[in-house]
């Protein structure tokens, strides 16, 4: 019998694992919803486009293994559509003495990982990246960039093309699980499915809570700002060039990339979203935010890193402050050589004790899966997370 499969959510992931699915029950009907007009309009439109190769992640961890095999079925699949991508190689560079031992850690860990990486000293970094500045550099050169948001639009067109829906400007509203089948409530009306997946980026806490779902923790949106070089200083920069990450928190910390599209973006900084989808500071949903704010997680996370945070916001709102976060990588580069250039709403999934998550993170029930942590590097590891949620399917409908 033809099973019905449903997917909230027409970002990278949620369509990943609609072709997934469909590979794997190739008689299988599949629904995609979208609040959206159009796909890839959050998280999966509004990043670095950076294909990762797998350094930062403990081996044992989810997302070592899914962003290793998630970028080679990305490369595959954009060989397959003609979608073009640069593997320029990545280079993360310490500033100082005291960013040495996190640099080598991060060199063991690629090793682990099974990733070519070197260390190398500035002269030898000076020949990919004449202008970057550091002591020393842990050089990655299976990472590269992509637009996500094309590879988002080739996965839509692999899936209408072979019969499968996918209904923008539609809301899930909520889902109802039977012993044998998944009652679904949308915008425009409801369907009964054989299997439910969320895969709903910044709002998958409240997709989980309304299918019934019991959730450890919340959703809070970490905004990321964007600036880029402007045309006659694009020269600084060849390839990927990052700072040593703290260790603390998920994010990478501003880097400076050169996109597919030739442009250098320098960014994302990681400030607390006033909305959910808050793309500027004025932006701001009082329901959300107070959400938010009354957390539990909320008020440990800021009473442990409030200095982290207001420096933050700090580097946010001044000009001066985020170049001085690019003048660290880069040498030869001025305030005036700076223009803002968008943002991006990260999800992140924070435990009530203050902790941010920082694996992919699953939960499921006999008919469906919810996707309550897929941060960077998410669209890298998209195919991968698919076939890793088919798996469950294939366990339960063959059970
Ligand atoms: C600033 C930034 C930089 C990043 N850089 C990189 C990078 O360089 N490399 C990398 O690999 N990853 C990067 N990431 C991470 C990556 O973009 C995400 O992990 C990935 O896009 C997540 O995809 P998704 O499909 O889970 O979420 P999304 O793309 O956010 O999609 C979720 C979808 O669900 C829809 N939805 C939500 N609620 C409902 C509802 N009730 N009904 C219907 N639809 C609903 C939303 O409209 C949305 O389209 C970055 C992220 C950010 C924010």
Redesign the pocket.
């Known amino acids: 019998m033809k099973q019905h499969f449903c997917i909230?959510?027409?970002?990278?992931?949620?369509?990943a694992t609609a072709r997934a699915l469909a590979q794997t029950f190739p008689d299988s009907r599949i629904t995609v919803?979208?609040?959206?007009a159009a796909?890839?309009?959050?998280?999966?439109?509004?990043?670095?486009?950076?294909?990762?190769s797998g350094v930062y992640y403990p081996p044992n961890s989810l997302k070592a293994q899914l962003t290793r095999r998630g970028y080679r079925l990305l490369l595959e699949f954009c060989d397959q559509q003609q979608i073009p991508y640069r593997l320029s190689g990545k280079l993360i560079v310490a500033q100082d003495a005291s960013e040495l031992p996190q640099l080598e850690k991060l060199y063991a860990q690629g090793k682990q990982n099974g990733l070519q990486c070197e260390l190398w000293e500035p002269d030898q970094f000076h020949e990919q990246e004449p202008y970057c500045r550091g002591i020393r550099a842990l050089w990655v050169p299976e990472a590269g960039v992509v637009d996500?948001r094309r590879v988002a639009r080739a996965l839509q067109q692999w899936l209408l093309d072979r019969g499968h829906q996918i209904l923008t400007n539609?809301?899930?509203l909520r889902a109802k699980e039977y012993p044998d089948a998944v009652e679904i409530a949308?915008s425009q009306g409801e369907m009964v499915v054989d299997g439910f997946i969320a895969?709903?980026?910044?709002?998958a806490d409240?997709?989980a809570q309304r299918s019934g779902i019991a959730v450890p923790a919340r959703i809070v949106p970490f905004r990321?700002e964007y600036y880029t070089l402007v045309p006659d200083k694009q020269y600084l920069c060849r390839g990927l060039i990052y700072p040593v990450p703290d260790p603390r928190f998920p994010f990478l910390g501003v880097h400076i990339t050169r996109g597919i599209d030739g442009e250098v973006h320098c960014g994302?900084n990681a400030v607390l979203a006033f909305a959910r989808e808050g793309y500027r500071w004025s932006v701001v949903r009082p329901s959300e935010l107070w959400q938010t704010l009354r957390y539990s997680g909320t008020m440990h996370l800021i009473r442990r890193y409030w200095r982290t945070g207001v420096a933050e916001v700090v580097r946010s709102l001044s000009k001066r402050w985020f170049y001085r976060s690019v003048a660290r990588l880069l040498r030869e580069v001025a305030p005036e050589d700076l223009q803002r250039n968008g943002?991006?709403?990260?999800?992140q999934l924070l435990l009530p004790n203050g902790q941010l998550y920082h694996d992919f993170f699953f939960k499921h029930r006999r008919r469906m899966l919810h996707?309550l942590n897929?941060?960077?590097?998410?669209?890298?590891?998209?195919l991968a997370i698919g076939e890793h949620i088919v798996q469950f399917f294939q366990e339960v409908l063959a059970g």
């Open positions: 909230v959510g027409a970002g990278i992931v949620g369509l919803i979208e609040k959206e796909v890839a309009q959050h998280q999966s439109g509004h990043n670095s486009g950076v294909l990762h996500f539609t809301t899930f949308t895969c709903a980026g910044l709002y409240v997709v990321g994302p943002s991006g709403v990260r999800a996707v897929a941060p960077s590097p998410a669209a890298t590891a998209s």
